[in-house]
């Protein structure tokens, strides 16, 4: 879904050229770039197909290089076409030839080299072993009804089995199929079941210190004490586990890693079912003591995610993943613990996961306490949306994007990031930010200093607040400091409760006061609104009257698109101050009368000086 193929192209693979290098350019329909990369380094593979995949049409997140096994297999019989013995008895066809033997281990056994084989086997037990030999590329095919006792591959040998149910226990691995630590080729499962009938015994292990590729797809495997165990020392992708569905024990799913980013290898577990218990398990190595999913490392997180996501647990209640240190449990997760919703329906178990780790924009919040501050990072425009009950610590904006958050309750009474303490914080030469219907309630009475909301001096985003309720009750007062154009700060259809808001304006000594938009609010407190007001004599400013007419314009801007409760002593508080020196006492402006009005403009003026 919203993929699309830009281009394809058909390279012969040189071992002088290895990769090659790329230019892609976007353009909208009117001829505008709208997206460039430069890819430097493209791998080229004999007989595979390398997928570039990204976002193209801007020049934000990754681009991912995949290569795969998708080319020289047009020749592959499909089952249908597949000639199968009589009960008991073994197939062997090798190119136009077909041998019947008694035995799997004969039909093996006359595989010479390279030589590419099929196999088929009758709806028969055979009580017998599969090894698979050096070199060769085989294909192992049964019917319904098809078992096998056990198989074991410990050498280059290629091998691709289907539709066949293992049972016993291979006498050097303990389990019913085992890739061994000197394995080196390429084993495939399609459509088996792995099912043994001693209760100790693994369904599948992979040993440490195998390189084979391992795809276990569509396959049924149930274990009873001892679970399947997937160790691969190889690169990312060597072991592939597709479609399958678990019954029983857990699977332990361990990863290649150097105890660095750099050298890890996950498997890739996608679109399998855990019809019971616990899901996957695996072992982390890196430095620390890790005793939350917060405190694990950031492609390990990823790993996690990738699991959660992408395949199904059945089990409400019990650890879908586990994670073990040093023989230790250490995290146990649950799919039910990731709440939080990117636009792709992808989980995650915090917002900044979400953000950071995979670059989403638009994010959900069901119901939930959510406690981590919100830092959005610079350059990302930023969509949160809440149900009923979302709560969230605090918002900073420090960087040059947009965030928009709706339906949301801010709690704490700091960001944790700035030394400003504000649930809401707005830096220098920021985006915008824009909350609608949210809470703001930070915690009342635990520090004085605490404010609702911030904006930093300086700041040239734009902040719109409306259809919010923001209580300032027990801590100081909201300070927004309006820094440059008017319309900076702008504050809609909000109820105000607690202490006042203090909105100032861009002052205007030099001619080019700003003021916020303040209208359709409820202000439910003594002290609604006030601001400083800079002038050259502050000492002779002591009622609205000595105002410049600018001024007084936005005080009955306040005064008459506001509702003020009963309980609100100064509806606005000015206090006049010069750049030498702090503000001298405040006076309350309750109400003033405008009664000239430019019919050009709109503009209310109270003498008709002000107003030439």
């Not at 037990?125 to 050096?134: C, T």
């Not at 950031?298 to 073990?324: A, H, M, R």
């Amino acid at each position: 879904e919203n993929v699309y193929l830009l281009g394809f192209h058909y390279f012969f693979e040189s071992s002088a050229i290895p990769s090659y290098a790329m230019d892609v350019t976007v353009t909208s329909n009117e001829g505008n770039v709208i997206g460039q990369r430069s890819l430097s380094s493209i791998p080229v593979q004999e007989n595979k197909l390398t997928t570039v995949i990204g976002n193209f049409y801007t020049n934000e997140g990754s681009i991912d290089v995949i290569v795969e096994d998708k080319f020289g297999n047009e020749d592959v019989k499909e089952l249908e076409d597949l000639v199968f013995p009589e009960a008991g008895k073994v197939l062997l066809t090798i190119g136009d030839q077909s041998y019947k033997y008694e035995t799997i281990s004969d039909a093996l056994g006359d595989i010479q080299g390279e030589s590419e084989a099929i196999i088929t086997l009758a709806a028969s037990d055979y009580e017998e072993s599969i090894i698979v030999p050096d070199g060769g590329n085989i294909r192992i095919v049964g019917q319904k009804g098809t078992k096998v006792k056990d198989l074991l591959s410990d050498n280059s040998g290629k091998m691709t089995v289907e539709n066949i149910e293992f049972y016993g226990t291979a006498s050097e691995g303990q389990a019913s199929v085992t890739i061994g630590d000197g394995a080196s080729g390429s084993i495939t499962f399609k459509n088996c079941t792995l099912a043994p009938l001693d209760d100790n015994t693994r369904p599948l292990h992979y040993y440490a210190g195998s390189t084979a590729s391992l795809t276990v797809e569509g396959c049924t495997v149930t274990s009873k004490e001892a679970h399947p165990f997937f160790n691969p020392s190889d690169k990312s992708g060597k072991l592939v586990l597709r479609d399958n569905t678990f019954n029983g024990t857990s699977i332990s799913a361990e990863f290649k890693n150097g105890n660095d980013d750099q050298n890890e290898a996950y498997p890739v577990i996608e679109g399998n079912t855990f019809m019971t218990g616990p899901g996957v398990e695996f072992s982390y190595y890196f430095a620390g003591a890790p005793e939350r999913f917060s405190d694990l490392n950031d492609n390990t997180k990823k790993y996690v995610y990738s699991i959660i996501n992408n395949n199904t647990f059945n089990s409400e209640s019990e650890p879908n993943i586990t994670i073990w240190q040093n023989g230790n449990k250490i995290i146990t997760v649950n799919k039910n613990e990731f709440k939080v919703t990117d636009e792709n329906g992808i989980k995650y178990a915090s917002i900044m996961d979400a953000i950071g780790l995979y670059q989403s924009s638009d994010i959900l919040l069901p119901k939930g306490t959510y406690n981590e501050v919100v830092n959005i990072p610079g350059g990302r425009d930023i969509t949160i949306k809440g149900q009923t009950d979302a709560y969230i610590s605090a918002l900073a904006n420090l960087g040059s994007g947009n965030v928009t958050v709706e339906n949301v309750t801010f709690t704490s009474g700091t960001n944790g990031i700035t030394s400003e303490n504000a649930t809401i914080y707005m830096g220098l030469n920021t985006g915008n930010i824009t909350l609608r219907n949210c809470t703001i309630d930070p915690a009342e009475g635990t520090e004085s200093s605490l404010r609702p909301i911030i904006i930093f001096p300086g700041a040239t985003g734009t902040l719109l607040i409306e259809d919010c309720y923001i209580d300032g009750t027990g801590v100081t007062n909201t300070y927004l400091n309006q820094a440059s154009a008017s319309g900076n700060v702008i504050l809609r259809n909000n109820v105000f409760t607690g202490n006042s808001i203090s909105a100032e304006f861009k002052g205007s000594m030099d001619g080019t006061a700003a003021y916020p938009i303040i209208e359709g609010n409820t202000f439910e407190y003594e002290t609604a609104v006030e601001f400083t007001y800079w002038c050259n004599n502050p000492s002779s400013v002591k009622s609205a009257s000595e105002l410049d007419a600018a001024t007084k314009q936005y005080c009955y801007d306040i005064l008459t698109k506001n509702k003020f409760n009963n309980n609100v002593n100064s509806k606005i508080n000015v206090w006049p101050r010069d750049a030498s020196a702090g503000p001298n006492n405040s006076f309350s402006v309750n109400d003033l009368t405008l009664n000239i009005t430019d019919e050009a403009t709109g503009k209310k003026y109270e003498t008709i000086g002000e107003a030439i």
